[in-house]
């Protein structure tokens, strides 16, 4: 229904504060398709581009990762990654979606390798003090 809506809009869309309505569909509920409606054909371009980017790299990450926490917490970011691309096909996920989708893409490329602590060898010096704590009741 919205392919002649889309056409019209060109390279750059309708806007996010007016697009057409096409067979009284007041509300658009694939993310994908009100992108394409929104910004037109080069927002789309864009917007698979940071799916396709996200997803690569996650799976870069998983693929790297050697420690079992760091290997497990790729894979747990890639499987939240992968619901939300998948899920916005058919729900409307409400102005939350950007900020949530972009703190886990994020967090997914700011993993690093963390280093096993060597056994022995304590990065906290163990202080023993005696705390008096004065109750008034």
Request: hydrophobic content about 45%; proline content about 4%.
């Amino acid at each position: 229904n919205y392919a002649p809506v889309i056409e019209e809009g060109g390279l750059l869309g309708w806007g996010t504060l007016y697009h057409p309505v096409v067979g009284g569909q007041r509300s658009i509920d694939n993310e994908y398709l009100l992108v394409h409606v929104c910004y037109g054909n080069l927002g789309m371009i864009c917007f698979y581009l940071v799916v396709a980017e996200s997803i690569f790299y996650q799976c870069g990450q998983v693929w790297r990762l050697r420690n079992k926490e760091d290997f497990l917490f790729a894979v747990s970011m890639l499987a939240a990654l992968i619901v939300i691309w998948l899920t916005i096909v058919t729900v409307y996920l409400g102005e939350q979606l950007p900020m949530l989708t972009f703190l886990l893409i994020g967090w997914g490329q700011s993993l690093k390798e963390s280093t096993p602590e060597q056994p022995g060898a304590s990065t906290v010096a163990a202080v023993e003090q005696t705390q008096y704590v004065r109750v008034f009741s």
